[in-house]
């Protein structure tokens, strides 16, 4: 899994965000970044994706723990989706996804 630097071409900048705002992000929990060897912190596109969604809540004015919330929310009822999905396709398979 390839990863993005706070501060390098990814990360935060790839946001248009701050080490601050990912930092903050990490301190509420939603994101859990890897350490590289010199320190820095790495995260995947993954996590990048889902930052986003978190930078686009607050710019609207939700409250970071808020905003953290929710994108968890979010996360968790999409992957319930999937899941439902799949039970439903494995328990008939004549259905289409």
């Given at each position: 899994?390839?990863?993005?630097?706070?501060?390098?071409?990814?990360?935060?900048?790839?946001?248009?965000?701050?080490?601050?705002?990912?930092?903050?992000?990490?301190e509420?929990?939603?994101?859990?970044?890897?350490?590289?060897?010199?320190g820095?912190?790495?995260?995947s596109?993954?996590?990048?994706?889902?930052?986003?969604?978190?930078?686009?809540?607050?710019?609207?004015?939700?409250?970071?723990?808020?905003?953290?919330?929710?994108?968890?929310?979010?996360?968790q009822?999409?992957?319930?989706?999937?899941?439902?999905?799949?039970?439903?396709?494995?328990?008939?398979?004549?259905?289409?996804?």
């Amino acid at each position: 899994m390839r990863s993005m630097r706070d501060d390098g071409p990814g990360g935060g900048n790839a946001l248009g965000t701050t080490r601050g705002f990912l930092r903050a992000l990490g301190e509420a929990r939603l994101v859990t970044p890897l350490s590289s060897e010199g320190g820095r912190r790495r995260y995947s596109r993954y996590q990048l994706r889902i930052a986003a969604r978190a930078r686009e809540l607050v710019d609207q004015g939700t409250p970071i723990e808020a905003a953290c919330r929710i994108v968890l929310l979010e996360d968790q009822l999409e992957e319930a989706q999937r899941i439902n999905a799949e039970n439903r396709r494995s328990s008939n398979p004549t259905i289409a996804a």
